[in-house]
C-alpha cells in the first residue's frame, strides 16, 4: 500500500480532507458535495443539519482511548452511563470502551467520509451536544430531523449517505448521529485488514503509545469481526452507481 494511501487509512494525514466552513470541521471532498446536497433538502423541510466531528486523526484518536483506559476520562455502559470499572478485567474494560469509541486506526472519522450530525434548528440555547441516544430518540430534540433522514435514506435518497451504526450487532453501540459517504467508505474499508492494524499499533513510537496494546493485539480477530467491520448488507445497496 503506497505511504499516502495508508496514512490515509489510519489517520496519520489531513491532505485528503477539506474545511467544510459552517461547522469548521473537515471533510471528504465527496463526503461534503453528499452532505451539501442533503442539507439543502433539509433546509426545504425546515430542518439545519449541522456536522459536530467530522475528520478525526489517529493522534487525536489515541488521546481519547488512552484517557480511557488509563481511567481519565468515563468508560460507558450500553446505555451512556457511566461505569464502575475497579473489579473490571482489562479485557472487559477493552470492549466496553469499544463500544462506544474507535480503536485509534481504526475510526472512520480518520478517513473524512464519516461525520456526526445535528440538527442546529432545534438546538436549546446554551446546550452543549452530547450525541446521546436520548438526544436522537424519536421524541428527542433531534428526533424529527432524524426521523425525515431515516425516509430519505430508505428510499435512496440521500446522495450516498448512509448509517454504519443503524442497529445493535454487538459491537459499536447504534449511533443515529453517525453518517458515512458510502462510495468512498468502502473503498477506505476494503484497505483495512487485522494484519495491517496489529502493524499499526505495533509501530507506535514510545511517546505515541496506545494502551492496552498487547491486549488489542491478542483480540484483533474479534475486534475487527464486531467493532470494525461494517457488513455489506449496511451499505446502500446501489453503492456502485453513486
Request: with cysteine; net charge negative; charged share 25%.
Given at each position: 500500500?503506497?505511504?499516502?494511501?495508508?496514512?490515509?487509512?489510519?489517520?496519520?494525514?489531513?491532505?485528503?480532507?477539506?474545511?467544510?466552513?459552517?461547522?469548521?470541521?473537515?471533510?471528504?471532498?465527496?463526503?461534503?458535495?453528499?452532505?451539501?446536497?442533503?442539507?439543502?433538502?433539509?433546509?426545504?423541510?425546515?430542518?439545519?443539519?449541522?456536522?459536530?466531528?467530522?475528520?478525526?486523526?489517529?493522534?487525536?484518536?489515541?488521546?481519547?482511548?488512552?484517557?480511557?483506559?488509563?481511567?481519565?476520562?468515563?468508560?460507558?455502559?450500553?446505555?451512556?452511563?457511566?461505569?464502575?470499572?475497579?473489579?473490571?478485567?482489562?479485557?472487559?474494560?477493552?470492549?466496553?470502551?469499544?463500544?462506544?469509541?474507535?480503536?485509534?486506526?481504526?475510526?472512520?472519522?480518520?478517513?473524512?467520509?464519516?461525520?456526526?450530525?445535528?440538527?442546529?434548528?432545534?438546538?436549546?440555547?446554551?446546550?452543549?451536544?452530547?450525541?446521546?441516544?436520548?438526544?436522537?430518540?424519536?421524541?428527542?430534540?433531534?428526533?424529527?430531523?432524524?426521523?425525515?433522514?431515516?425516509?430519505?435514506?430508505?428510499?435512496?435518497?440521500?446522495?450516498?449517505?448512509?448509517?454504519?451504526?443503524?442497529?445493535?450487532?454487538?459491537?459499536?453501540?447504534?449511533?443515529?448521529?453517525?453518517?458515512?459517504?458510502?462510495?468512498?467508505a468502502r473503498e477506505f474499508q476494503d484497505l483495512l485488514s487485522e494484519q495491517a492494524l496489529v502493524e499499526q499499533v505495533n509501530s507506535c513510537p514510545q511517546d505515541q503509545s496506545l494502551a492496552l496494546s498487547k491486549l488489542v493485539c491478542e483480540?484483533?480477530?474479534?475486534?475487527?469481526?464486531?467493532?470494525?467491520?461494517?457488513?455489506?448488507?449496511?451499505?446502500?445497496?446501489?453503492?456502485?452507481?453513486?
Amino acid at each position: 500500500m503506497h505511504k499516502l494511501i495508508r496514512d490515509m487509512v489510519f489517520g496519520r494525514t489531513d491532505a485528503h480532507v477539506i474545511l467544510e466552513p459552517i461547522s469548521g470541521q473537515l471533510m471528504h471532498p465527496e463526503a461534503l458535495v453528499a452532505f451539501d446536497q442533503l442539507r439543502r433538502d433539509a433546509r426545504d423541510a425546515g430542518f439545519e443539519p449541522k456536522v459536530v466531528s467530522g475528520f478525526r486523526d489517529f493522534e487525536r484518536q489515541r488521546r481519547i482511548w488512552n484517557a480511557k483506559a488509563e481511567g481519565v476520562r468515563p468508560v460507558l455502559d450500553s446505555l451512556g452511563r457511566p461505569m464502575d470499572v475497579a473489579g473490571m478485567s482489562p479485557e472487559d474494560i477493552l470492549f466496553a470502551i469499544l463500544r462506544w469509541s474507535a480503536l485509534p486506526g481504526a475510526s472512520r472519522h480518520h478517513w473524512g467520509t464519516d461525520f456526526d450530525v445535528i440538527d442546529a434548528s432545534a438546538l436549546p440555547e446554551g446546550y452543549k451536544v452530547q450525541l446521546t441516544s436520548e438526544e436522537v430518540a424519536d421524541e428527542g430534540m433531534f428526533g424529527p430531523f432524524h426521523g425525515w433522514l431515516d425516509a430519505r435514506i430508505a428510499a435512496g435518497e440521500s446522495y450516498g449517505l448512509f448509517r454504519p451504526y443503524s442497529e445493535d450487532r454487538g459491537g459499536v453501540a447504534p449511533e443515529r448521529w453517525h453518517l458515512s459517504y458510502a462510495p468512498r467508505a468502502r473503498e477506505f474499508q476494503d484497505l483495512l485488514s487485522e494484519q495491517a492494524l496489529v502493524e499499526q499499533v505495533n509501530s507506535c513510537p514510545q511517546d505515541q503509545s496506545l494502551a492496552l496494546s498487547k491486549l488489542v493485539c491478542e483480540q484483533m480477530p474479534q475486534i475487527y469481526a464486531r467493532f470494525i467491520a461494517v457488513p455489506e448488507s449496511a451499505y446502500p445497496a446501489n453503492i456502485n452507481r453513486l
